[in-house]
Every structure is written in structure tokens, then in C-alpha cells.
């Protein structure tokens, strides 16, 4: 299995740190409803996205870095003006990206396992 590195942050912040602690390296960035205590997310779509992306991993190549992040609570998602609208136009979750680039997958396209493969094993 491809040796890559797999970061899970909480908040917008958190999010930042981890981009600027991987500088230089190809970073794919997954954004979820925040999980409950038994591991639950608020959002329906990322519950269902969740099983795909993990199973797309294993196409990831060596040396990427994979940051989950979960963008909070359903209030702070749905407030037009929060951190992850306003500074990274995600306007949508589950979102899948590779960071610095245009590409991303966005709601059900995180559902569809040839896109969630096709994006993880793509060259620079």
C-alpha cells in the first residue's frame, strides 16, 4: 500500500496549520460535518461519502498527504459568511479537492468511486 501521510483536523484553523506544515508537497483535502461521539456526522451526504474516499485511498500515491477535515457543526457550516465559504469556496459538503488546484469533487461526486480514484491517483 502507497505510504502517504493522513492528518485529521477540526475547524478552519486547525485546516490552515496542516496546509502550512506540508508546504511543498501534493495535499488532498476532504471536508465533512463535524462527527458525534459515536462517529457520526450531522451531514447525511459525508456519511455516505465516507466509506468511497476511504476505499479510493488505496490509490493515493507515496509521498501525498490526505487532511480530513471537519468543518463543524450544522449552525456554523450553514452560515454564509463562516472561514471555509468565505476563504476556500467550498460551498458544498462532502467536498474533495487537491489543494491549489481546481480540482474537486463536490457532493455526490464523492459518492462515485472512479472519480474519487481518478482524482487521488492523478499525476502533478
Known sequence: MAAFEEVSV???EEFGKAVEQ?????????FTGSKDA?????????ELADPVIREGLKHIKEG?????CQVGER????????DFRKKLKITAIPTLL???????????????????????????
Open 10 to 12: 477540526l475547524g478552519f
Open 22 to 30: 506540508h508546504r511543498g508537497k501534493t495535499i488532498f483535502a476532504y
Open 38 to 46: 459515536e462517529g457520526k456526522s450531522w451531514c447525511p451526504d459525508c
Open 64 to 68: 501525498r498527504v490526505f487532511i480530513h
Open 75 to 82: 449552525p456554523y457550516w450553514k452560515d454564509p459568511d463562516n
Open 98 to 124: 487537491k489543494n491549489g488546484t481546481p480540482q474537486k469533487l463536490v457532493e455526490s461526486e464523492c459518492l462515485q468511486a472512479n472519480l474519487v480514484e481518478m482524482l487521488f491517483s492523478e499525476d502533478e
